[in-house]
């Protein structure tokens, strides 16, 4: 099979050597995160039960869920929540099926609830979130389109986006958010999971500012709040330390008036128990960055269905692509992956798959591009992989 694949050499300073670079990260517990969180949760639990019920993913889309902000009354070594946070699971799913009803509420409800307890460890699920869930009804004449025995009709006009490599800024957010959640918290429990960072080079000049949420319960007093943060300023110069030979400098809740004994302290760990609501698809990229230095699609990935929606499909795919085509060819220095479907054509067959790639001074470009044609010619001729991936949760979504 012919497929439009457009592989050119981009002439292009690489993001490492240009000035300025900036990236950031909004965290799990981030409102908008969780949202995205919960969307993807619910649309993977509805694969998982259409293939137990029907033997295949029937039409759904989940990606409308919002986040409305409670109100806390958060205190050291306590606090409460007095108005909790009300989640909205907002979509349209396939509840019937060659006349078998499907529980798809009752599905999504309970799916979310356990994200958000595995996911923010200090919130009181009967207490302090609310999970209401509005479902539309999708249609079941679509059965046509998902159908895994045939590859799926694109359900829209649109492109997919991604990069490759991480850059060592990229590198640095991507993993200070990680690892703050993974490892130091287990040591300072204060930690909330609502962690912003954003990173600024400036040439060799590394600087991170971070947000976090500290949770009250696990905080005594002001002193210990400041030496948490303390503690995490020096995690995370050591830890930029293994990307990075630049100056790193570390910052961490700068809008505290610590003489004034105004703090970010949280009761759950996340902004959302105290005015910042949430929505699907204005945080991370699938990638799990926001950087404005690279192309970057709008379009939100978290809740999408994974058979033929192709704002979900082809950011996934085209960062996949990237990372396999930097993988296989070492002379690459930065490639950049761009997706375009038509609406009712097979998602394998895309209007065009262009690969931009910076090449290493003095390579054979002839080669880099034979060999990334073959890179992204063989996802495409397995595009259902993604659809996998996806189902399994072997892929984040934001």
Known sequence: ???????????????????????????????????????????????????????????????????????????????????????????????????????????????????????????????????????????????????RDQIPMANDTSFGVGHAPFSELEQIVYNTERMLITDLKKTIPGIGEDIKVMGLRDGDDITLTIGCGMVGRHVDDLDHYVNNKEEMQDYVVDLAGKYTDRNVFVYVNTADKIDQGSVFLTVTGTSAEMGDDGSVGRGNRCNGLITPNRPMSMEATSGKNPINHIGKIYNLLSTQMAKDIVKAIPDVEDVYVRILSQIGQPIDQPLVASAQVIPREGTNFATIRAEAEVVIDDWLANITKITDMVINGELDTF
């Open 1 to 147: 099979m012919i497929r439009n694949i457009r592989v050119e050499h981009l002439v292009e300073t690489p993001v490492e050597k240009q000035q300025i670079e900036l990236v950031e990260r909004k965290g799990v517990g981030h409102p908008d995160s969780i949202s995205d969180g919960l969307a993807e949760a619910v649309s993977r639990a509805l694969c998982q039960e259409y293939i137990k019920k029907c033997g295949v993913v029937l039409h759904h889309n989940t990606d409308e869920t919002q986040i409305v902000a409670g109100r806390s009354n958060p205190q050291f070594g306590g606090g409460e929540v007095l108005k909790p946070i009300y989640a909205l699971l907002v979509g349209r799913t396939t509840m019937e099926f060659d006349g078998q009803e499907i529980a798809t509420e009752s599905v999504a409800v309970e799916a979310a609830r356990k994200y958000v307890k595995n996911t923010i460890a200090d919130i009181n699920i009967e207490r302090d979130i609310i999970i209401d869930c509005k479902f539309g009804t999708g249609s079941s004449d679509l059965r046509d389109v998902f159908n």
